[in-house]
């Protein structure tokens, strides 16, 4: 599942949601601008969370995600590099290859 926001005005990602969503099919789901509640509902049924933003000064992502006991999976710059401890309460990555390594290890667990 996939769980986030969509800048609507923001034509390309508009674009890449739809072909996100076009590559999913019926293999997954995307949720978008869910609400507080439901967001807890998510974090509290998830394996764990994925955050790639590139740059990010923070990211509250990781740390809802701590905040849940859930492990997030995160690019290795910015604010996960502060928020995250390494194999302790997520990974930090450097390469799309590592993060899909990261989820198959986390989903056979």
Same mark, same amino acid.
């Given at each position: 599942?996939? /769980?986030g926001?969509?800048? @609507?005005e923001?034509?390309?990602? $508009? @674009?890449?949601?739809?072909?996100i969503?076009? %590559?999913l !099919?019926?293999?997954?789901? &995307?949720?978008?601008?869910?609400?507080?509640?439901?967001?807890?509902e998510l974090?509290?049924?998830?394996t /764990?969370?994925?955050?790639? #933003?590139?740059?990010?000064?923070?990211?509250?992502i #990781? $740390?809802?995600?701590?905040?849940?006991?859930?492990?997030?999976? /995160? &690019?290795?710059? !910015?604010? #996960?590099?502060?928020? &995250?401890?390494?194999?302790?309460t997520?990974?930090?990555v450097e390469t799309?290859?590592? %993060? $899909?390594?990261? %989820?198959?290890e986390l989903?056979?667990?």
């Amino acid at each position: 599942m996939i /769980a986030g926001s969509l800048f @609507q005005e923001k034509k390309e990602h $508009v @674009q890449y949601y739809e072909k996100i969503k076009r %590559m999913l !099919g019926s293999a997954g789901e &995307i949720r978008l601008d869910v609400e507080d509640k439901e967001i807890y509902e998510l974090y509290a049924n998830c394996t /764990a969370t994925l955050y790639t #933003p590139l740059n990010e000064d923070f990211g509250l992502i #990781p $740390v809802e995600s701590a905040a849940s006991l859930k492990p997030c999976i /995160a &690019i290795k710059e !910015g604010g #996960p590099t502060e928020t &995250i401890l390494d194999g302790k309460t997520g990974f930090l990555v450097e390469t799309e290859g590592e %993060m $899909v390594k990261r %989820m198959e290890e986390l989903a056979e667990d």
